[in-house]
Structures are given as C-alpha cells and as structure tokens.
C-alpha cells in the first residue's frame, strides 16, 4: 500500500492532506529521516510528526464504557468515538463496535475494523457468551434463573424464543448473567419480563475475556495476544467468574 493510502487510511487526513503533510516532511523514519510519496518503510519504523503512526488493520480494542455513551457514529450526544483518538472514527476500514451496549450500559466494549472478526465473536454459534452485572430495582423473587434458563422466553414484541441463559444471584438485588446471543435491550427486557427493573448494568466480560480491573472507565486499550485468545474460550458452563 502507498503511503499517502496508508495515512489517509489511518485517518490522518484525506488524501490531499495527506499528501500535503507528507511534502511539509511530517513523515520520517524512526531514523528522522524524512519520507516521500514513493518510499515505503516498515509500519513500525514510519512516524508522524516524530510519533510512531497507530496500529495498522486489523486493530481489536477494548474500552471501559463509562455511562451516557452511545455506540453510535452519528449520535449527536457523547458517542464512545468521542474517549478514542479522533483520528481512530475516521478509519478505512471503519472501527466498529463489537456489539452495542446501551447509552446507559457500562463496561466491556470491544471494537474493531475487523469485520470476519466482528462477525465471529457476535454469531451465536461462536460460543462467545457474554456476561453482564445488573443491579435490580426489587429483591429476585427466585422463579428467575429457570426462567431465563427455559429455552422459552419470548420478549415482548419478539416471537422467537431467547436461548437459554444463565443467572447468578450475587445479591439481594444483584445478579450476573450469561447470554449467548445479543438481542435489542435484552438484559433489561428479561428482566421486565420477570418482573423486575434494572437499575444499573455492567458487562464484564466477553468469552473467556474479563473486563480488566486496571482498566479505568472511558479508558481503552489494544488487546494483548493472549486476550485475544481469551475471547474464544468459555468459563466454563457455570460462568462463575472469580
Ligand atoms: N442487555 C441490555 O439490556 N443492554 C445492554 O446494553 C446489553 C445487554
């Protein structure tokens, strides 16, 4: 790939600017020396403006979604785009959530230019589970977990049946739990659904992935191999994190 394509993909700038910024020598090699429109050094050895350029495609991030962030791009509110380098929404590929979480939601969010990996770690059949910390508006009356576990609860306005999920009382009114597929709102309407309401909602982790507790809310980092791993193996079926 050229370099001004390389930049422009990276979000540094159109095209123009690009080229442009390159000319004025904002990009040199880790020797400080400055680079053409023609050369082509190795990703790692390319700066701009003395810093090395972001990560290349394919580029997995988690971020510690704080609340009052949608997930939207063009969401006229605090978008999760705006805790990211500004340069990072203007990608080619473009960087997308893996699965949105609520405005109002909290926790795990990985996002990615990925999109075969996108796909795989939200299909169903992926094993992915996700699971989620909720703080109930009302003590759990104890019909909840077989509920959730039946295989046969159809949300309101839905007629296909959630698959089975898990449920851990942590609490009184607090509870973790395990889906396997992402539907609209869905640990908020399981729990309308049996009676309840949540108040606050956390994911804490993604496959084998758990939401890193050195990892401040609105903070974010790439993923490291062994993380990256950690997706795609489960917990476990009783899902009990530490
Ligand atoms: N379930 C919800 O209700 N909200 C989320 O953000 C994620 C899962």
Request: glycine residues 10%; aromatic residues 6%; hydrophobic residues 40%.
């Amino acid at each position: 790939m050229k370099l001004v394509k390389l930049l422009a993909n990276l979000g540094y700038g159109s095209r123009k600017e690009v080229q442009r910024l390159i000319r004025a020598g904002a990009v040199t090699d880790d020797q400080g020396h400055v680079l053409g429109e023609s050369d082509f050094p190795p990703h790692a050895s390319i700066r701009f403006r003395g810093e090395p350029l972001d990560p290349p495609f394919p580029l997995l991030l988690m971020l510690n979604k704080p609340d009052g962030y949608t997930c939207s791009a063009d969401d006229p509110g605090a978008t999760i785009y705006d805790l990211l380098p500004a340069r990072f929404a203007l990608r080619n590929p473009v960087l997308s959530p893996v699965g949105r979480l609520d405005k109002d939601t909290t926790g795990l969010l990985l996002l990615t230019d990925d999109g075969q990996l996108l796909h795989k770690i939200i299909h169903p059949k992926s094993g992915c589970l996700k699971i989620y910390h909720a703080v109930l508006d009302r003590p759990l009356q104890g019909h909840e977990a077989a509920l959730f576990a039946s295989g046969e609860l159809v949300l309101r306005n839905e007629g296909k049946p959630l698959l089975p999920a898990g449920l851990e009382v942590v609490g009184d009114k607090q509870a973790r739990v395990t889906l396997h597929e992402g539907r609209y709102h869905q640990v908020r309407r399981m729990f309308a659904a049996a009676g309840n309401h949540v108040l606050a909602l956390q994911r804490i982790a993604i496959g084998g992935l758990c939401l890193p507790a050195d990892l401040p809310e609105g903070e974010w980092r790439e993923l490291t191999a062994d993380e990256r791993t950690a997706i795609f193996q489960g917990l476990g079926d009783g899902n009990v994190l530490g």
